[in-house]
C-alpha cells in the first residue's frame, strides 16, 4: 500500500505498524506531512523493499524482520533505535538519517543498518549491532559515531570511497574491506579497539 502525508499532516503511530514488500510513505512537496512513530514500524514480510521516503521522526523501534526498509530521510529522535531482525535498514544513496540535538540514537545488537547516503546530526549513533558503510556513503556533523563493545563497522566498497567529516569512535571491530576512507573537514576516528585496515 502508499501513504501519502501532506498539508502538514501527521501520522503517530503509537502501537504496531507492520510493512510489506513495496509499501511506500512518503510526503507531498508542500506542507509535508510526517509518520511519527512511538511504537514499532517493522516489515514483516518479504524479501523486497518497503520505503519510507521522507517525514519519518524515529523516537521508539523500527524492525527489519525481513528483507529491507529504505529511508529516504529519517530522524531519529533521542531514543529511537533500529532493533534486531533478518533483514536491513538501508540509507540509500541520496538518502539522509539524522540523530538530532544531543540525544542518542541505537543500532541494537542484531540488527543491521547500511549507509550509503547520509548520516548526520549533532546527536549520537550507537551501534551495538552490524554498520555497513558502503558505496559513496558519508558520516557528518558535530555528533558521533560510537561504535560499542561488541558492534561491528563494515566499511568500503570496491572502486568507492567512503567519508568522515564527523567524529567515529571505535571501541568494538572496525574494518575496512575494500575501497578509501577519507576523513576530512574536521573527520576524527578514534580508534580504541580493533581496526582493520
Known amino acids: 500500500g502508499t501513504l501519502y502525508l501532506g498539508q502538514n499532516g501527521v501520522f503517530e503511530n503509537k502501537a504496531n505498524l507492520q510493512l510489506k514488500d513495496n509499501t511506500y510513505i512518503s510526503t507531498t512537496d508542500s506542507q ?67 540523530v538530532a540535538g544531543n540525544g542518542t540514537g541505537y543500532l541494537r545488537s542484531g540488527a543491521t543498518l547500511r549507509l550509503e547516503g547520509v548520516l548526520a546530526g549533532s546527536g549520537t549513533l550507537r551501534v551495538e549491532g552490524t554498520m555497513e558503510w558502503r558505496v559513496a556513503g558519508s558520516m557528518e556533523g558535530q555528533g558521533v559515531t560510537l561504535i560499542a563493545q561488541g558492534g561491528n563497522l563494515k566499511m568500503g566498497t570496491s572502486g568507492w ?25 574536521n573527520g576524527v576516528f578514534e580508534n580504541k579497539a580493533n581496526l582493520q585496515l
Open 161 to 185: 570511497g567512503v567519508t568522515l567529516r564527523r567524529t567515529l569512535r571505535n571501541e568494538g571491530n572496525a574494518v575496512l574491506e575494500a575501497g578509501t576512507l577519507y576523513l576530512g573537514q
Open 32 to 98: 509535508p506531512g510526517k509518520l511519527v512513530n512511538e511504537g514499532t514500524v517493522e516489515k514483516v514480510e518479504g524479501n523486497g523493499t518497503a520505503y519510507i521516503h521522507r517525514g519519518f521522526e524515529n523516537k521508539s523501534a523500527l524492525k527489519a524482520m525481513s528483507g529491507t526498509i529504505s529511508l529516504g530521510n529519517a530522524l531519529f529522535l533521542d531514543g529511537g533505535e533500529i532493533s534486531a531482525g533478518n533483514g536491513v535498514v538501508l540509507v540509500p544513496s541520496g538518502g539522509r538519517i539524522e
